[in-house]
RNA sequence: GUGGAGGUAGCUCAGUCGGUAGAGCUCCAGGUUGUGGCCCUGGCGGUCGCGGGUUCGAAUCCCGUCCUUCACCCCA
């Protein structure tokens, strides 16, 4: 079998499949104008060094699942895993600190990882996201949690819950991690051994384990939500009391510690049951120390990502009908498909949707053709009892038929066409 | 990287105890010396994922391999 397929891990979106995520897409358009934000685009790829700074070089997409490779000058490249160093990255290289704080955001693009696939998972996968850049105030965690909630609600994604937590900032994280530590190491012969590492690399990634002895030991173990520094406890809780006084219910999960380097204060993830066993729909936080980290001035920035393949799951299969012909013109005699062809022309310039017999198919084979496709009209060419220079209107979905003048024909249907729609 | 399940026509699948491959859908044509969707008939279409082994004979049994899929890790 020497036949190329998709790479693993890759789809193709097929007319009706395709049509169903620019459905989505433009729901989420509109909902990102609602809220203020314009759409941005970054390149497939940037220069590695971008991630590996920006995402952590501790953290699974850096280490395993970038895309990396070198180009002709010899620059080490990545295709972009994750959409929030990159917009920070064009943050900075055009100097957007110069306009009005925050800069809101957003973007659809592809994201290439390499992992194993499975249900919702993918190598190349198509985020959905926001950015919300300038500001720390509570409300642009609010907004951007407020505006995911409202793209679900609007796309009829089910089944959700929303888990939020505390990440702290560099005032408190660090005093809780070594508290965090001491409590592993204590009981480090608990611990699967992918543990025993995190406890060195970074300890709160251990919240992720679900090894029966390790989560024992963590139900035991001390929360950041409860060693937050004052600043940030009083910012999370203005957080939470905006989310609910927005009809929102978020619950507080101690064990979200999202798998990027750059989180701080605030983390959220939306799940749906409506999914395999990778059930977040989307999910994000701020990150006030990236663009710092990415060597420019402090500067804060809260957003997420939703991934598209998930949310056609949580909606369910919603069949986007093909917008149907409105006219298909046939030929009865052979030395008429030129005319047929030079009148389907004009009725499209005309700007109706018009189709016509590309593979030589007999007069009934086209008018079966015409029946399936849906148009509403066919103009049928050639007939032996037509006028000379007339062409038959006949209705496709009730009967009746008329003749008109071929010169008169493109004038009527266009007529007849913006009745019917 | 690890584990389970599965690869037969473009799609969805059947194929008995090993005997040399079928159905439905799609597509095309005819039924209707030129008027459609339904119906009827016919046609197109398969190295049974690939390689090796057992056997007189393999889609079927064995081994390997690739791919798909679900799950672990982690994320969207």
Redesign the pocket.
Known sequence: ??AP???????DLLPDEAAARDAVVAVAARVFAAFGYRRVVTPEFEETGLFARGVGEA???VR??MYTFEDKGGRSLTLR????APICRAYLEHGLHKWPQPVKLWYYCP?F?Y?????????E???L?AEAIGSAESMVDAEVILLLAQLFAELGVGGLRLAVNSMGDPACRPAYVARLREHLRGREAELCG?CRE?LELNPL??F????ESCRAVLDDAPHLVDHLCGDCREHFDRVLALLRRAGLEPELDPRL????DYYTRTTF???SDR??????????GRYDGLIEQLGGPSTPGVG????????GLAMGETDAAAAAPQVYV?S???DEREAAFALAQRLRAAGVRTELDL??????????????S??AW?V?L?????AAGAV?L????????EDVALEAAVERLARLAGEAS
């Open positions: 079998m020497t397929r998709a790479p693993k891990g890759t789809y953290t699974d997409i395993k699942e895993p994750e959409g929030t994201m990882r992992e194993r696939p499975q249900a919702g998972r993918y190598r996968h198509y985020q996201g992918d995190r990634r251990t992720d384990c679900k090894v510690v999202r798998g990027l993830e939306f799940s999914l395999g066993a990778q059930s977040g729909v989307g999910g994000g997420w990502g939703a991934g598209l393949e998930r949310i046939v009865f005699a052979g593979a030589a198919r007999s007069p009934k084979g086209q008018l079966k053709q015409a029946g399936r849906g148009a066919a049928l050639g007939l032996d009892d037509l038959r006949r209705r496709l979905d009730g009967g009746g038929e």
